[in-house]
């Protein structure tokens, strides 16, 4: 089981940028994606983007794509995700997770979660 540390969030005006980070220790060789997923108060915890580990392929959520930008460093056993134009609306707790599948949007097939960290945009 791989442990992942969450961390970069805080407070920004709307339009702002973030850097997220997450860190993993005693990472699984199995681990093949690495994924963001968000959740609001009262809401569930969604998909945000995905990277596979070995091969750097990229995917998001509509609700993203092209504001947020999901990378990774093996070298430092971390994926960041640079989160730009941010709004109101991303205003979340943001979690990374690992799961050994590919592709993948559904938290069911994450199996390794971080604690988590808050990102809060002010309007």
């Known amino acids: 089981q791989v442990q992942l540390v969450e961390s970069g969030g805080g407070l920004v005006q709307d339009g702002g940028s973030l850097r997220l980070s997450c860190a993993g220790s005693?990472?699984?060789?199995?681990?093949?994606?690495v994924g963001w997923f968000r959740q609001a108060p009262g809401k569930d915890r969604d998909f945000v983007a995905g990277?596979?580990?070995?091969?750097?392929?990229?995917y998001y959520s509509d609700s993203v794509k092209g504001r947020f930008t999901i990378s990774r460093d093996n070298a430092k056993n971390t994926v960041y995700l640079q989160m730009n134009t941010l709004k109101p609306e991303d205003t979340a707790v943001y979690y990374c997770?690992?799961?050994?599948?590919?592709?993948?949007?559904?938290?069911?097939?994450?199996?390794?979660w971080g604690q988590g960290t808050q990102v809060t945009v002010s309007s």
């Open positions: 005693g990472r699984a060789a199995s681990t093949y994606t």
């Open positions: 990277i596979s580990w070995w091969g750097g392929d990229t």
């Open positions: 997770a690992a799961s050994t599948r590919a592709t993948s949007t559904t938290s069911d097939d994450f199996n390794s």
